[in-house]
C-alpha cells in the first residue's frame, strides 16, 4: 500500500516558478514510477511526467519539456514537480502517482493539488 499527498501548489503570475512535492508512505516506494499527471477544468486528466525507480529516466509530455523537471529523493519518499516558465495553459489540478514495475498505468494516486496561472 502506497498512500500519496501532494503539496505546494497555488496561484502564481505567468511565468513564475512553481515546486510540487509529493509525499509517501510505504515500504515498497524505491519500487514504483511515480508520474504527474494534471487535469484543466473540462478535460481530461493527462500525463505530464515521470520518473523511475532510481530516477535515471525521466519522461515529459511535450508541452512542458524543458519548462519541468522531475525529481525524487528515495531517501525523503518524495517526488517533485520543478515548474519554471508557467503559462496559463498550465493551470490545473496536478495529481501524483505511483506505477508498480510491469504495469502501464498507476496504481495509487494523490487527491490533487491545484495550480492556477494568471495571464
Known amino acids: 500500500q502506497v498512500q500519496l499527498v501532494e503539496s505546494g501548489g497555488g496561484l502564481v503570475q505567468a511565468g513564475d516558478s512553481l515546486r510540487l512535492s509529493c509525499a509517501a508512505s510505504g515500504r515498497t516506494f524505491s519500487t514504483y514510477t511515480l508520474g504527474w499527471f494534471r487535469q484543466a477544468p473540462g478535460k481530461e486528466r493527462e500525463f505530464v511526467a515521470a520518473?523511475?525507480?532510481?530516477?535515471?529516466?525521466?519522461s515529459y509530455v511535450d508541452s512542458v519539456k524543458g519548462r519541468f523537471t522531475i525529481s525524487r529523493d528515495n531517501a525523503k519518499n518524495t517526488v517533485y514537480l520543478q515548474m519554471n516558465s508557467l503559462k496559463p495553459e498550465d493551470t490545473a489540478v496536478y495529481y501524483c502517482?505511483?506505477?508498480?514495475?510491469?504495469?502501464?498505468?498507476?496504481?495509487?494516486w494523490g487527491q490533487g493539488t491545484q495550480v492556477t496561472v494568471s495571464s
Open positions: 502517482a505511483a506505477t508498480q514495475a510491469g504495469s502501464n498505468s498507476p496504481r495509487y
Open positions: 520518473v523511475n525507480w532510481n530516477g535515471g529516466i525521466t
